[in-house]
């Protein structure tokens, strides 16, 4: 009994991409030593800035926020205004080296969370910088000239997640030239396989080039 040839296996693969939305608010703080004192767990917030379609602010505390962790240190909120939402977010807060004009980053970023404006828990629509930066160790660096901060926030809002089918290599078939092929046939009598004696002259022919063009040729052939 023949064996039944195996099937060729298929394969196929997909892939899962986010779609995301990116954007950067810069705050500058003019005055610093002005805002020193204002009090523990006291802040001034920034405007308010759009980033993927949702409404953000930077809440300052130029003397730290009410915990413990923030004692002698600056803290900074990023903070979901647009009220009955849940976003997912990642983002980053950096201070502006003013002599260098760079942004420093790397202060702190935070992986993706949920910020939530869904309840009436502050807590879901805040995400905090208790410690962001010693104030000695910022009064003494390049990042307060002047009297001045710039403090930046990078949102990258994470949209949805896609999942496309991915396509295998496609290969790019030519136009058939066959017919103008076997027309030449006939001319270089290369590959023939049959030959006809006419009055002493050997003509080189093509067995399936005759067939084609007579049915009765293809029964003697």
Same mark, same amino acid.
């Given at each position: 009994?023949?064996?039944?040839?195996?099937?060729?296996?298929?394969?196929?693969?997909?892939?899962?991409?986010?779609?995301?939305?990116?954007?950067?608010?810069?705050?500058?703080?003019?005055?610093?030593?002005?805002?020193?004192?204002?009090?523990?767990?006291?802040?001034?917030?920034?405007?308010?800035?759009?980033?993927?379609?949702?409404?953000?602010?930077?809440?300052?505390?130029?003397?730290?926020? =009410? $915990? !413990?962790?923030?004692? *002698?240190?600056?803290? /900074?909120?990023?903070?979901?205004? %647009?009220?009955?939402? +849940?976003? @997912?977010?990642?983002?980053?807060?950096?201070?502006?080296?003013?002599?260098?004009?760079?942004?420093?980053?790397?202060?702190?970023?935070?992986?993706?969370?949920?910020?939530?404006?869904?309840?009436?828990?502050?807590?879901?629509?805040?995400?905090?910088?208790?410690?962001?930066?010693?104030?000695?160790?910022?009064? =003494? $660096? !390049?990042?307060?000239? *002047?009297?001045?901060? /710039?403090?930046?926030?990078?949102? %990258?809002?994470?949209? +949805?997640? @896609?999942?496309?089918?991915?396509?295998?290599?496609?290969?790019?078939?030519?136009?058939?030239?066959?017919?103008?092929?076997?027309?030449?046939?006939?001319?270089?009598?290369?590959?023939?396989?049959?030959?006809?004696?006419?009055?002493?002259?050997?003509?080189?022919?093509?067995?399936?080039?005759?067939?084609?063009? =007579?049915?009765?040729?293809?029964?003697?052939?």
């Amino acid at each position: 009994m023949a064996s039944v040839p195996e099937r060729p296996a298929t394969k196929t693969s997909s892939r899962c991409t986010a779609l995301t939305v990116r954007g950067t608010h810069a705050f500058e703080i003019d005055d610093y030593s002005l805002h020193r004192g204002l009090g523990k767990g006291k802040f001034i917030r920034s405007a308010a800035f759009d980033v993927g379609g949702y409404s953000w602010s930077i809440d300052y505390y130029p003397d730290g926020n =009410s $915990s !413990e962790r923030s004692n *002698g240190s600056i803290s /900074v909120f990023l903070r979901l205004l %647009t009220s009955k939402v +849940e976003v @997912r977010a990642q983002y980053e807060f950096r201070l502006l080296d003013q002599n260098k004009g760079l942004s420093c980053s790397g202060f702190h970023r935070i992986k993706p969370s949920v910020f939530s404006t869904m309840e009436a828990d502050p807590n879901t629509e805040q995400k905090k910088m208790d410690d962001f930066i010693n104030m000695s160790n910022l009064e =003494s $660096s !390049e990042y307060l000239k *002047g009297d001045r901060l /710039v403090i930046e926030c990078d949102v %990258t809002v994470i949209k +949805e997640t @896609r999942v496309l089918l991915v396509e295998g290599p496609k290969v790019q078939v030519p136009q058939s030239n066959m017919s103008h092929n076997f027309g030449k046939l006939p001319e270089t009598g290369e590959a023939s396989d049959v030959a006809f004696s006419v009055e002493g002259e050997v003509f080189q022919a093509h067995k399936i080039v005759l067939a084609v063009q =007579s049915y009765i040729q293809s029964r003697v052939l």
